[in-house]
């Protein structure tokens, strides 16, 4: 018998079993796990508007978890953190050490070092009480709202033209406190504020390696050594400079302390 033939064959064989078995089609059942409460997986129309409510917060919830990534990068220190280390290496013309996801980890790491007072600040006075049915889920918003906030306006070190910005562009009057900013307002001013923060510091990282390349260029072109690319004799210079300064602890020091606790 050729494959074809026992392939329609087989198939033939499948359907008719599957036809006595499920002769009714699949019904729906429900599910007990030991440990845990019934769990209905039946599809049905609410009932209740608490049920549509219930869905609702459940869809905002799973929104949240996939936008956790944007709210680590966008709303802690982590911003700031990776511009700075990508400027310190295209500084030192690396290409491929440390590779980014080095740098990344690292960069991670140092904002929870950073957050961590507000995140136990969340933790506390949020989370915990939420989960021992202590306040209802709008408080728990507003209490984990707060901690983050109150990060966000300390990094404007008094320079609020960002929100004023962000302010004027939506028409809102002139906030009387801090609190009078809405987050939607907050979070942009909070951005653009740390990118302006990152470039400055990335600025002062390459005056000196900069200075480097060009005294390597000029010698260079002084001995005739068009071909050669300056690149390629400034970078072991520019790592004994770094290495020499012990650059690693002078960076990380400088970017942990240029956010305001």
Do not use: C
Not at 64 to 75: R, T
Not at 231 to 252: E, T
């Amino acid at each position: 018998m050729k494959k074809s033939h026992r392939l329609v064959f087989f198939l033939m064989l499948l359907l008719i079993v599957s036809t006595n078995v499920f002769p009714q089609g699949i019904r729906r059942t429900n599910v007990t796990v030991p440990g845990f409460p019934y769990i209905d997986l039946n599809v049905r129309e609410a009932q209740t508007n608490k049920e549509v409510s219930l869905s609702i917060q459940l869809l905002l919830l799973l929104t949240v978890l996939a936008l956790a990534p944007s709210i680590v990068v966008l709303m802690t220190s982590f911003l700031r953190i990776a511009i700075v280390f990508d400027f310190v290496k295209r500084a030192l013309s690396l290409q491929q050490v440390p590779p980014n996801q080095v740098l990344m980890g690292i960069a991670l790491f140092l904002t929870i070092f950073i957050m961590w007072p507000t995140f136990m600040d969340i933790y506390n006075n949020a989370f915990k009480p939420f989960s021992e049915d202590k306040i209802p889920i709008e408080e728990l918003y507003s209490k984990a709202e707060s901690p983050l906030r109150l990060f966000m306006f300390k990094q404007l070190h008094g320079n609020y033209e960002n929100v004023k910005l962000f302010m004027n562009m939506q028409k809102l009057p002139r906030p009387k406190t801090d609190k009078d900013v809405p987050t939607y307002i907050l979070i942009p001013a909070f951005v653009l504020n740390e990118m302006t923060i990152a470039f400055k510091i990335g600025i002062y990282l390459f005056i000196p390696f900069i200075i480097i390349d060009m005294v390597v260029a000029s010698t260079l072109m002084s001995m005739g050594m068009i071909m050669l690319p300056p690149v390629m004799i400034s970078m072991p210079f520019k790592l004994i400079l770094f290495v020499l300064i012990n650059g690693w602890d002078l960076l990380i020091r400088q970017l942990v302390e240029s956010f305001v606790k």
